[in-house]
């Protein structure tokens, strides 16, 4: 299936349609508030009005139990090996890393370049205790994926009781 993508459009305006995208859902939000009071349980979200994707990224995560282990993915794409740190503290896998993309375009008559970078960190509580020296982590092709042994389940074994 493939993943949609974001591209910035400028308007008649000359905003980009993401800008007018979240100039919408805070126009939805705020008339919400105004019909439910104050109490509305969505936080207040504001981006700059120079936000942009760079800015918001926060990899995407599949969770799922295979062969035993709980499998994590994350897509990492265009993120370098060594800009990528995965730890496992107090119960919670941490992913952090940097980003950073570099575009270049040269043509006889143009000349552009963009450079876009920022850092990303995900974590996630898990619910078994495991020795951290037991977790694996690979990354390939953009996609980093985290293996965690789930402990056996030790099931009790039923004890007679004499009766006196």
Do not use: C, H
């Not at 105004?34 to 995560?61: C, I, N, T, V, Y």
């Not at 205790?129 to 293996?147: C, F, H, M, N, T």
Request: zero cysteines.
């Amino acid at each position: 299936m493939a993943e949609a993508t974001t591209v910035p459009v400028k308007s008649s305006n000359g905003q980009t349609a993401r800008r007018e995208s979240l100039d919408t859902f805070d126009r939805l939000r705020e008339e919400m508030e105004r019909f439910f009071g104050e109490s509305w349980p969505w936080p207040r979200m504001r981006l700059p009005k120079q936000a942009d994707a760079a800015m918001a990224w926060a990899p995407r995560m599949d969770v799922f139990e295979k062969d035993g282990d709980l499998i994590v993915k994350a897509e990492l794409p265009g993120v370098d090996k060594k800009d990528i740190q995965v730890s496992y503290d107090q119960g919670d896998l941490e992913i952090r890393g940097e980003r950073k993309t570099e575009s270049e375009v040269k043509e006889e008559n143009y000349y552009r370049m963009e450079r876009s970078a920022g850092s990303f960190y995900r974590r996630m509580t898990l619910p078994f205790e495991v020795p951290a020296e037991k977790i694996s982590a690979e990354y390939k092709d953009g996609v980093l994926q985290v293996r965690i042994p789930k402990p056996a389940e030790v099931k009790p074994e039923p004890k007679k009781i004499t009766v006196g």
